[in-house]
């Protein structure tokens, strides 16, 4: 039970370290966050996105507000499963950028080290009450700021 309880603390570390990174509009943060063949896809509004996750550490290098909008930030790990040396995160953010989103990450464990493989993402719009939304798990929360 105990080596279980350490990959879960270790893929929300691994979280933690992304969110670390894009408040910190540190785009060499996010690359060391994912693989290097990750990828990510989701919808900002309608507008469909998919790219190599060097295009998101592109947009976190450009991003010259961090500073005014990272101040409001917050952000909630709503659910962590693992499954041996996969697993799944779920994380709500509040304020990054002025928006909010739900990211859905997959992380593999390769030498020892959790990494995230692909992210999944949408932006919720303001009048949006329920962040969870309509099937949210609460399977782990807590409201954070990301320091």
Do not use: C
Request: no cysteine; aromatic share 12%; net charge negative.
């Amino acid at each position: 039970m105990s080596q279980r309880k350490t990959a879960h603390d270790d893929v929300r570390a691994a979280v933690e370290a992304y969110v670390s990174a894009v408040s910190a509009a540190d785009p060499k943060a996010v690359r060391a966050a994912f693989r290097a063949d990750a990828h990510m896809w989701g919808y900002l509004g309608e507008q469909f996105v998919s790219a190599p996750i060097e295009a998101f550490s592109e947009v976190v290098a450009a991003d010259e507000d961090a500073p005014r909008w990272s101040r409001d930030y917050t952000y909630s790990i709503r659910a962590v499963e693992v499954s041996g040396d996969v697993a799944v995160a779920v994380l709500d953010e509040y304020g990054y950028q002025g928006h909010d989103f739900t990211n859905h990450f997959s992380l593999v464990r390769q030498d020892g080290a959790w990494l995230i493989a692909s992210k999944t993402f949408f932006r919720r719009y303001p009048e949006s009450s329920d962040p969870a939304g309509a099937a949210g798990t609460g399977a782990e929360s807590g409201d954070q700021t990301a320091d």
